[in-house]
Every structure is written in C-alpha cells, then in structure tokens.
C-alpha cells in the first residue's frame, strides 16, 4: 500500500515562503524511516535536516514541493478571516501534492484547530477517493509525515539563506525576532513600501508601515 505523508513550514513567518512538501513511500519502507533517524524536525539540526533530506528524497518513490509566495499568501488573506483563509489555502495546496503522488492513505499535519474539518477541506479538493489522516503534531506521530516536514523545513531554510546572501541579515523571518523587524523597519523607511518577499497583510507589517508613514508626515 502506497502512504504519503504531506507537512508544512513556515506558516507564521512574516518574511519568505509558506512550503508544503509531501513524500511518497511503500507503507512496507516506513521503517526505513526511522532507521535514518527521522523524526520531529523540530528536535533536529539545520545539518542534520539537510543530512535527511537528502537521504528521503533518494529513498521515497516520489515527493513534491510545493512554494506559496508572500503575494498569494495575502490575496488570500485579505480577503476574509485570516486563519480560515490560510487553511483553505494550505488544504488545497496540499490536495494539489496528494494528487501528484496519489497514495491509498494520506497523513497530514493538520494546520486547523478541528482536524477532522481540515481533512475534509483537503478531500474537497480531490478529485479521487483516498482516505486522509489528518491530525495534530501528526509530524511528531507518524515518520512519514516526519520525512514531508524536514523537507519542507530544509527547502524554506534555503529560500531564506536566498534572501540573507541578498538583502543582509533579516532574521528568522518571524516578527518575534527582533532582527527581522528592525530589517522591515529600515526597510520601509528608505524605500515607503515592502519587497515581494514580505507578507504585507501581517499585522506586524501594517504596523510598522503606519509608523513609518506617521514619521514621514511629522517631518512634512
């Protein structure tokens, strides 16, 4: 029986991209899994994620990345209840992956508060019967969605080393870091609006723009 394990990161950074990444195995290989040491990507080193990345891809029969931009992350947003927007976003995003790989069972970490309502929205979405397993720390319960995690943990790493060799040092990416918002604060300043890179309808963001444009008219 072919099961796929599907996860996201970066969901709450205000800076960079939401990734999904979903792999593919024989239910047989899981264990392969876990021999390689895959578990929690939290729990785990930038190294050694890159370390098991590597080794997932090579041994899964498929896998699949999916990228959500700052811009399309807001056009949702905006348009109504944050959270609810963003689920139905990342449970179609992850309807897409489960279609490439199209397993008998799917096991998902689940983004929304009921899990049973986010495996539904992401059966919405799909265009074959399949049976979806959708749950909370699902990453911490099941390897194979351990395996989609460090993934897509490693390839939203990669995209905000990306922007570091670029733009200099913003942080982690996530408006506690006091890096990344002293960044968007010199950001704004010097040029009066965010690059596409930063997810403009995070209220951080509205934040600091309103400032920012609050000093430029006291100067006036």
Same mark, same amino acid.
């Given at each position: 029986?072919?099961?796929?394990?599907?996860?996201?990161?970066?969901?709450?950074?205000?800076?960079?991209?939401?990734?999904?990444?979903?792999?593919?195995?024989?239910?047989?290989?899981?264990?392969?899994?876990?021999?390689?040491?895959?578990?929690?990507?939290?729990? $785990?080193?930038?190294?050694?994620? #890159?370390?098991?990345?590597?080794?997932?891809?090579?041994?899964?029969? !498929?896998?699949?990345?999916?990228?959500?931009?700052?811009?399309?992350?807001?056009?949702?947003?905006?348009?109504?209840?944050?959270?609810?927007?963003?689920?139905?976003? #990342?449970?179609?995003?992850?309807?897409?992956?489960?279609?490439?790989?199209?397993?008998?069972?799917?096991?998902?970490?689940?983004?929304?508060?009921?899990?049973e309502r986010f495996g539904q929205h992401i059966t919405e979405n799909l265009t074959f019967r399949i049976q979806i397993v959708s749950e909370h720390k699902a990453d911490v319960k099941y390897p194979v969605v351990s395996a989609?995690?460090?993934?897509?943990?490693?390839?939203?790493? !990669?995209? $905000?080393?990306?922007?570091?060799?670029?733009?200099?040092?913003?942080?982690?990416?996530?408006?506690?870091?006091?890096?990344?918002?002293?960044?968007? #604060?010199?950001?704004?300043? !010097?040029?009066?609006?965010?690059?596409?890179?930063?997810?403009?309808?995070?209220?951080?963001?509205?934040?600091?723009?309103?400032?920012? #444009?609050?000093?430029?008219?006291?100067?006036?």
């Open positions: 029986m072919l099961v796929a394990g599907v996860d996201d990161a970066g969901r709450g950074p205000i800076i960079g991209p939401l990734v999904i990444a979903g792999v593919l195995f024989d239910d047989g290989d899981v264990p392969k899994l876990v021999d390689f040491g895959v578990k929690d990507s939290k729990r $785990l080193s930038p190294r050694r994620r #890159e370390e098991l990345a590597a080794q997932i891809k090579e041994s899964a029969l !498929k896998y699949h990345i999916e990228m959500l931009s700052p811009a399309e992350i807001d056009k949702v947003v905006e348009t109504g209840k944050k959270l609810y927007r963003l689920n139905r976003l #990342e449970a179609r995003t992850m309807a897409k992956v489960i279609t490439i790989l199209k397993p008998a069972v799917a096991y998902v970490d689940a983004s929304d508060v009921l899990p989609a995690a460090i993934i897509a943990k490693v390839e939203r790493d !990669k995209a $905000l080393s990306a922007l570091q060799k670029k733009y200099g040092n913003l942080g982690c990416g996530y408006a506690t870091d006091t890096r990344t918002i002293r960044f968007l #604060e010199d950001w704004i300043r !010097k040029f009066g609006s965010y690059p596409d890179f930063v997810r403009k309808s995070w209220k951080p963001a509205k934040r600091l723009k309103r400032e920012a #444009e609050a000093e430029q008219t006291k100067l006036i």
